[in-house]
């Protein structure tokens, strides 16, 4: 039996990206895009049109169809980010350990995701080429950091952390000066990369420094920022002590990662500058889970992890009420692959809605990327959708990892 072209989602309960839509839709997808978007109908003349065409008919009734989920923030390469048990690990599984984890992503609902370092342009060509399954990346490659800063792994033993490593398709991304962080963003960028990754403060999984403070010069990151728009591009800042953002969102960076030290000034700024946050509130959660359960990790990464958890709630919820523009992110590497959508609960359990939660991880997210092809159910738009087997507006968010039943990738459906 021969695949048929068109694919019809009926009385499908429909999040377009911005909002529940009033009337139950069917939603029909062809050529790898969503071919028109209609008021669920079914006539008994329409009911023989269908049986007679060359249309798969999905019944969706009770269901709700939601564009592909965008995660602004994995790590494709890396799992159990932060923990000693790396240090043992042969240099090149983590990039065999990455087909695993593309697949996973995919299957949760994500179609699209922005690697914050880690991954090289090879994992894209695999990609593109078929080779692997998994999300649409946009690549950082190296995560740009002064020395001694967040991204640079040297530790006082002399050895470097194995999420940092270098090699020929992911440049050290560890420079000091104006003119060195220029032509290190000419490096970065000559490997691949789709954004630059910089680290304005210091983080939670380097055990030698503090989230609290800043790093990189508001000079510095101003010539960051200048090289990649002149590139075409733009610059996310790992950013989590309240000056390093300030420093951060002066200098132009189009979004913050993390925000866990956010005051109402640099809240303010961040909506005079019209700039993203991508909270991942999922990351330092997944750390004290880890520790919890046992996995080596190093005491000061756990302390500092446990230290911001709540600060970092009330950052993302005082940002929010404040109208900020926010997109879901995982930080997925440090916790577990395939659950990304978690960061919707999180969110919702922060205070947002669930509306609000689904256009962070859906046009937010799409806007943030500046991709007008995903990110919405609409005409045109690329097929990335993901079907659930409740409806998302009466609480089915607030666990909706349970519920993904059908995940679609440029109308082909791998799930």
Request: aromatic residues 4%; charged residues 20%.
């Amino acid at each position: 039996m021969t695949a048929k072209a068109k694919t019809l989602l009926r009385g499908v309960r429909v999040f377009d990206g911005e909002s529940f839509l009033p009337q139950l839709q069917d939603v029909l997808i062809a050529d790898g895009a969503v071919e028109k978007v209609t008021t669920a109908s079914g006539t008994a003349a329409q009911e023989q049109e269908l049986a007679a065409s060359d249309i798969e008919v999905i019944d969706a009734a009770g269901h709700t169809l939601t564009p592909g989920i965008i995660d602004c923030h994995v790590h494709v390469c890396f799992s159990e980010a932060g923990s000693l048990a790396s240090f043992t690990e042969p240099f090149s599984l983590q990039f065999y350990k990455s087909v695993d984890h593309l697949q996973r992503t995919l299957r949760a609902g994500v179609t699209t995701a922005r690697d914050a370092g880690g991954a090289d342009a090879g994992t894209r060509h695999a990609l593109d080429a078929g080779l692997i399954n998994g999300p649409d990346l946009r690549l950082a490659i190296s995560i740009m950091s002064q020395t001694g800063g967040h991204g640079d792994g040297r530790m006082l033993s002399g050895c470097s952390t194995p999420m940092h490593v270098e090699h020929p398709g992911r440049p050290n991304g560890v420079a000091d000066g104006p003119e060195a962080v220029r032509k290190k963003v000419r490096e970065i960028l000559r490997a691949g990369a789709d954004q630059i990754k910089i680290c304005s403060t210091g983080g939670v999984l380097s055990p030698m420094d503090d989230p609290r403070h800043s790093q990189f010069t508001e000079e510095e990151i101003a010539v960051i920022v200048a090289e990649a728009r002149a590139q075409g591009t733009y610059v996310m800042s790992h950013a989590q002590g309240t000056e390093g953002i300030k420093n951060a969102l002066r200098a132009g960076v189009r979004s913050i990662e993390h925000g866990i030290y956010l005051d109402d000034e640099a809240i303010d700024m961040m909506l005079e500058a019209g700039a993203f946050l991508v909270p991942t509130l999922q990351a330092p959660l997944s750390v004290i889970a880890a520790a919890d359960a046992g996995a080596p990790m190093p005491p000061a990464v756990v302390e500092k992890a446990r230290r911001v958890a709540e600060t970092h709630a009330a950052s993302i919820a005082a940002a929010h009420e404040a109208g900020v523009q926010i997109a879901m992110g995982t930080d997925a590497g440090v916790g577990e692959h395939g659950e990304n959508l978690e960061e919707i609960e999180l969110m919702i359990a922060n205070g947002m809605s669930a509306a609000d939660a689904l256009a962070a991880a859906t046009s937010v997210a799409a806007r943030l990327l500046g991709d007008e092809s995903i990110g919405r159910i609409a005409a045109g738009a690329k097929a990335d959708l993901v079907l659930f087997d409740t409806d998302l507006r009466d609480g089915g968010a607030e666990t909706i990892r349970r519920h993904v039943t059908g995940v679609w990738q440029a109308g082909t459906r791998v799930r």
